[in-house]
């Protein structure tokens, strides 16, 4: 047996596919809410991030 003739599940370890990320529908829609969780999070994060440069940044700077 070679290490492509099957791979493991993303979401709950199972053996897949070697083409396949997830065993089955629900994996697959679960590890679909879990990425667009992921990036939600990311965005504001960013977002924050930018707000509080730019409320930092710009007094210091003299832009109104």
Known sequence: MTFDEHRHCKV???TCGPE???CSEACRL???AT???RRL???LLYGITLFIVLVVV???LGVR
């Open 35 to 37: 990425l667009r969780t």
């Open 30 to 32: 679960r590890r679909t």
């Open 12 to 14: 709950c370890g199972k």
């Open 58 to 60: 710009l007094p210091y």
């Open 20 to 22: 396949e990320q997830t």
């Open 41 to 43: 999070y990311t965005y």
